[in-house]
């Protein structure tokens, strides 16, 4: 590993923060993702839906009854029968911003498994914590950027390094987490007739959850919730919800308490204290590290228009396709305009096309409003800060419905990914190899292990990302590895019950960006990408890889409406 010293002169005069976690959409994918799941079977590529929320299948239970809660917030915003004794939002709003901790209890069945689980949310604390009813236990804190988890049959507690958007459903308060969820729930066409009744013997509020009109083949939430109508807080829900096939998936009954304290840590849950500790915790360069490279990525992605061109080789290089991105703050427009129409002619058509196209920003740009007039096929993704947006355009002028969905960030941002790539905490650190060396770049690697899933083969892999902390941390290379014979597999067994034809041959791909410059705004931006397989990690680009050039304007005068969703489906131009 490269000593800290030689990490400190990489990054000495880089000022370190701490970049802001931004909440995924972890809610709207648990009902979307079943119905994905109902196509791909694949349990490799397609993970078990509730495994996207929670581990524990109980738990998951809980995760299915927080995210029901959603419709006390929107009592008044479905349109449904209301009664006119119905506490009020602002109420209910009030009363749930006073709430420190939010415990919560679930029983029933999940996929056939009959159950208890708990869960506590510290909203002032910032602590979330689970436990399964065979005993295991996660307990995130988020304060401390640490999240622990414990294993009953092997009485192991591990630590990870944990970002507040890795935290399932965690928030800074009650309302958003509800909030949240109900813009899910309301997508769902649900319907809430509210009445006033008994639970257990209690005065409650009835919220009653009735399925969409149209449910048949989508997967729905119905049930009961009752809220207490003294504190103006849940008290309890029972509910099921049903797969696109029309099968119960979970069904159980939920109890909610509002204590003034929670669990201080993981031991507060019956952990034993003599539980083995395995520490995976980031060493403090990489962490570092890592800051730094959010930090340049963040500023130079902030505000910019980029064309990039991708290069294709077929007798002689051509370009395929031309992207476009406009990014402003929250609004992000990315558009995809292929150059050749089905059926048309490499060969012949590319010198019309390349005379066209041009090779400037200015040039591109026109070719670009020209496209998006004329006919041809292209697609739109837009972000406005909520919402994403997708619809695209046939040879023929037809354009598809536009496509409509939540997102609490910007699902993609492709210039980063060129640059920037995502590089996850955990399980990663800095090697230093003869290519780091000799170039003076930083190279953090992951690796993860393989694994066998309803009888498929997923090849243990790794990651070697080359960051060049010169020129605003952009990764100059990223190698990605897989082998079925990997010395970091630590079982080294895992394939000798695997028929050989299950098992892939060894993969190695590269990206590497061979150009950059620097813009007017002071930040470095890649120019030129060549990717490609290699023989292995020291293997120059095969000849003939594709490439992508980048054309970049970081003072940009966007088009109006460019990223207004009314004008989407062939409604302006974009100039």
Same mark, same amino acid.
């Given at each position: ?148 988890? $414990? ?9 990870? $390094? ?220 837009? $972000? ?152 292995? $990690? ?38």
């Amino acid at each position: 590993m490269r000593p800290a010293e030689n990490i400190k002169k990489l990054i000495k005069n880089a000022p370190i923060k701490t970049n802001p976690a931004v909440n995924e959409a972890v809610l709207k994918d648990l009902l979307n993702e079943l119905n994905k799941s109902e196509k791909k079977p694949s349990a490799a590529l397609q993970p078990n839906i509730w495994k996207i929320i929670m581990k524990s299948r109980i738990t998951q239970l809980t995760t299915a009854a927080v995210i029901i809660i959603a419709v006390i917030v929107g009592i008044n915003q479905f349109g449904g029968p209301v009664d006119i004794t119905t506490i009020a939002f602002a109420d209910i709003t009030e009363a749930m911003n006073n709430v420190p901790w939010m415990h919560i209890v679930s029983r029933g069945v999940e996929r056939g498994v009959t159950g208890v689980g708990e869960q506590w949310f510290g909203f002032e604390t910032k602590i979330e914590a689970e436990k399964d009813f065979n005993g295991e236990v996660d307990f995130w804190n988020v304060k401390e950027h640490k999240r622990y988890k $414990y294993d009953p049959e092997t009485r192991t507690i591990t630590i990870n $390094y944990a970002y507040e958007d890795e935290v399932p459903f965690f928030t800074s308060s009650p309302v958003s987490l509800l909030e949240g969820m109900l813009k899910m729930v309301k997508e769902q066409g649900t319907e809430i007739i509210t009445k006033n009744g008994k639970y257990n013997g209690q005065d409650v509020q009835i919220q009653e959850i009735s399925p969409p009109v149209m449910s048949q083949g989508k997967v729905y939430c119905t049930g009961c919730l009752y809220v207490e109508p003294e504190s103006k807080l849940l008290y309890a829900a029972q509910l099921k919800i049903i797969d696109a096939k029309g099968n119960t998936v979970v069904d159980c009954e939920v109890t909610f308490d509002y204590p003034q304290t929670g669990p201080a840590d993981i031991y507060d849950l019956s952990v034993p204290r003599d539980a083995r500790i395995i520490d995976k915790m980031p060493k403090e360069d990489y962490l570092a590290i890592l800051d730094k490279y959010r930090e340049c990525r963040d500023k130079a992605t902030s505000e910019y228009v980029a064309i990039i061109t991708h290069t294709l080789k077929y007798k002689e290089f051509f370009v395929s396709k031309v992207e476009v991105e406009y990014k402003s703050g929250p609004n992000y427009r990315f558009e995809q305009h292929f150059v050749f129409n089905a059926g048309e002619s490499i060969e012949k058509s590319w010198p019309k096309h390349k005379k066209q196209l041009g090779d400037s920003y200015e040039s591109l740009m026109a070719w670009l409003q020209r496209h998006y007039v004329n006919m041809g096929y292209f697609t739109i993704g837009l $972000y406005d800060g909520e919402y994403k947006y997708s619809v695209s355009r046939g040879n023929s002028g037809i354009w598809d419905k536009v496509k409509k969905s939540s997102f609490s960030s910007i699902p993609w941002i492709n210039l980063q990914e060129l640059a920037w790539p995502n590089i996850d905490e955990t399980e990663g650190h800095i090697i230093e190899d003869d290519y780091a060396r000799e170039n003076n770049l930083i190279c953090i690697e992951r690796s993860w292990q393989g694994r066998i899933s309803d009888g498929k083969v997923s090849l243990p892999g790794r990651c070697h990302y080359y960051l060049d902390p010169q020129k605003d941390f952009i990764c100059r290379r990223k190698v990605t590895e897989r082998r079925p014979d990997a010395q970091w597999q630590k079982d080294k067994d895992w394939l000798k019950d695997v028929e050989p034809e299950k098992i892939k041959d060894r993969s190695i791909y590269a990206e590497e960006i061979t150009e950059v410059i620097q813009a007017p705004n002071g930040c470095w931006y890649p120019r030129m990408i060549v990717e490609g397989i290699r023989k292995d $990690y020291q293997d120059v680009p095969l000849k003939g890889s594709p490439t992508k050039t980048v054309y970049i304007r970081t003072n940009p005068e966007f088009p109006e409406d460019i990223f207004n969703a009314d004008k989407l489906s062939g409604g302006s131009e974009p100039n």
